[in-house]
């Protein structure tokens, strides 16, 4: 598997940058700009836009909202001057590698970001934009065009060509910027909290990185009580979010509540609060119910590894920035689970099972906040899990570090008229202020406005990877691809085996369901598919055949819907009665699960029932269906046996054991022919077709070089399920399933009391 070719990651990077100037277009607009035709056209029936909490003077209610506002009152606009004038040139090339390392780590993310024309967050916005005249008017409150964290970075960064280093005017811009949120986010929360969401822990907890991390850095540029004013607001912040505790919603936002409360207690040197920080902090990452030993956060009951990446982002710069053992043992997890879960192609792709998953579509190689390579190689200095994930920079391209990250910096400030499409954006002295009002992301780039790899980099992580590397360490390369066989458990939410000719991944953990007494906001569809699946089978010619994956969903639309559900890529047995009523046991949420995994073999059961109540009908079966499946894993095959018993109060009228063959990946139709499907009758191979074929012995699938065989314990009747499954959401998966038909009853209903199948699957050339 080349990391070199991850252009999933390689793209979200380049269209972060080529979005900048259009996500900013409001912010920079010129008021002397050409009309223009907009690039989407507004309709007489858009609907209103929410509404903003508004003032037309920053807050007074308590002595620190006055002592800030008084202070910003006594500010000229030459105190913001800052007078550079210079480029970021003949920038400085360190000889010692671990800081060409630290300054390579810095050139991984497009942040800090201090300029992208035209628009935030500007380091060189008109003087006059920061002083209270220009903050304050009719209109309401507004901003001025700065993102506080970069502008304090600016100030930090040591390179000796830096025209910005220890400048008190860039300080106080950013100081100004965080005064205007603390005090109009103390103002909201006690006039209007209903608006915006804005009382939610995990939606407030984003902008608390905003109003901390700079501080430390900023504080010698105003006075003493000024600064005094200031930590007072920013610990009723901080306790308003430790009285909230986690939401429990969203993992991937609520692990933001930690690091925004870390960089609070930084700023206020309060033992006591750093205390209570850190008690914060395990009850997400210790406990269970929030975070599964496995190595995924606890979604709505289940698991969302693509949203998982968003967690992995934020874990990752809490565990650099703090150094607490059980959120790098976490971060260890996270990466290890995430790369037994993700599967080489022959072609240098890489594919894996998302079945499971409680809203993303995609698997976990695609993943949120991938940043390019930038979370990946943050994450390498935590966690060896997450090595094979980098590859180690050239000498040259280390030397050149620093003055690429300068010449960066150059680019995102320069002076270059700027045309988009039909539209002009402004120049320098043409940036205006814009209304204030709370986001759950206060940027366009979120609060990931720094590089926390670079500023909390570990002493000696450059020679820890050049050992790696000299010792060509099997943690260099996936998993799959090392010189190795294993059987290993994840908890019992995955086992996942790796023998000379083949891999498999089997799911048995929890999924999620809806609650409807939690408070959360509810979704439309399944909360993924479980029940005990073979999520994926591989093998080294073949790349992926099986795989166990959905079609995901948003808070208003399923993109798995209840009427496609023989089409369903998962690994499950799934029926129809003659009413219509569908049933599955891939909406069994908790298994039971038995494993014996020893060197060289292994078993893993797992039993249910059925719920009779799922996917939105009351009563989708009348009577108790019990499930058992179990794997045996060889190093010769991958046996399978399930198995269904009924207490005789249902008809069914189509029941079968779905087998999720993968295709390809749709968008990559130039890289990969389809999955052949061929079925074995009578020692004779033809096409799989959606027509029933009897006395079936086998199924053959080929792919790239290679094939698996499927082999029925006795002749079995099976077919294609009616249409091909094809991800249109977050990723182009293509999936056809096979259905083995498990009442064997010429397509005529029957009350079932026991129904089953065994197979086994192997690799042959």
Known sequence: MSIRHRIHSLATATLLLLLQPIAFTAFAAAPTAPAAAPITALTTNAPPPPPVFQRTTLPEHHAFQKTLRQYLASLKPADFDHGVTQKFSNVSVPTDPETQYRNFLLTQMLQPLVGTKRGYPAVNAPSRLFTLTEIETPAGIKRPPVWAEPAAFLTTWTNQHNPYLHSRPMKLRA?????????????????????????????????????????????????????????????????????????????????????????????????????????????????????????????????????????????????????????????????????????????????????????????????QWEWGHYRDY??????????????????????????????????????????????????????????????????????????????????????????????????????????????????????????TNYAAILHTGPV????????????????????????????????????????????????????????????????????????????????????????????????????????????????????????????????????????????FAELYETLPVFLRDTAQQDKAQPTTIELERNKTWSAATTNWTDQVTAARLTRFTGAVLIEFDRPRRVKLSPAEFRDTYLSRASCRNLLIDLLENKDQPLVAHTASVSYRLRSVK
């Open 378 to 499: 943050a994450a390498s200095l935590v966690t060896d899990e997450a090595a094979y994930l980098v590859p180690l920079p050239s000498a040259a391209v280390l030397t050149n570090a620093a003055a690429h990250r300068g010449g960066f910096f150059n680019a995102q400030i320069a002076e270059n008229p700027v045309i988009v499409g039909q539209r002009r954006f402004a120049r320098n002295d043409e940036l205006i202020n814009q209304l204030w009002s709370f986001r759950l992301w206060q940027s366009f780039n979120f609060p990931a406005m720094v590089s926390f790899a670079y500023e909390y980099y570990p002493v000696g992580a450059f020679a820890h990877r050049l050992k790696l590397e000299q010792e060509k360490s099997p943690l260099l390369r996936s998993p799959f691809l090392r010189d190795e066989t294993f059987l290993r458990d994840f908890s019992q939410a995955f086992t996942v085996a790796k023998f």
């Open 175 to 367: 100081f100004v910027a965080m005064c205007i949120h603390l005090a109009m986010l103390d103002a909201q929360l006690e006039h209007a909290p209903e608006i915006g969401g804005i009382g939610r822990s995990d939606w407030f907890a984003p902008t608390l990185i905003v109003l901390a991390y700079p501080f430390p850095i900023v504080r010698d540029a105003v006075p003493e009580n000024v600064r005094a004013a200031y930590l007072t607001g920013l610990r009723k912040m901080g306790q308003r979010l430790l009285d909230w505790g986690p939401k429990g919603e969203e993992p991937q936002l609520d692990v933001v509540g930690p690091l925004s409360l870390w960089y609070i207690s930084q700023a206020l040197g309060d033992p006591d609060f750093a205390k209570q920080t850190e008690a914060y902090a395990r009850k997400l990452f210790t406990d269970p119910r929030r975070f599964h030993p496995a190595g995924y956060f606890v979604d709505r009951g289940g698991l969302d590894l693509g949203y998982g990446g968003q967690a992995n982002f934020f874990t990752t710069w809490l565990a650099l920035a703090t150094g607490w053992t059980f959120v790098r043992d976490v971060v260890d997890r996270c990466h290890r689970l995430r790369a037994h879960v993700t599967l080489p192609e022959p072609d240098g792709r890489t594919f894996g099972p998302s079945h499971f998953q409680t809203r993303y579509s995609a698997d976990a190689w695609r993943d």
């Open 512 to 651: 999620g369901a809806p609650n409807p007494d939690d408070g959360h906001l509810p979704l439309t569809g399944p909360y993924g598919f479980g029940g005990g699946q073979l999520s994926a089978f591989w093998t080294p010619a073949t790349g992926s055949v099986l795989l166990g994956r959905r079609g995901g969903m948003t808070k208003d639309k399923n993109m798995d819907p209840l009427e496609d559900w023989r089409s369903w890529p998962s690994h499950a047995v799934s029926g129809i009665r003659p009413d219509g009523k569908i049933f599955t046991t891939a909406r069994i949420q908790t298994p039971h699960v038995t494993s014996t995994l020893g060197t060289k073999n292994g078993t893993v059961r797992v039993t249910g029932t059925v719920p009779r109540g799922q996917l939105g009908q009351p009563k989708a079966l009348d009577g108790r269906l019990d499930y058992s499946r179990t794997f045996t894993l060889a190093a010769d095959a991958l046996r399978v046996a399930t198995t269904l018993q009924s207490t005789g109060q249902d008809a």
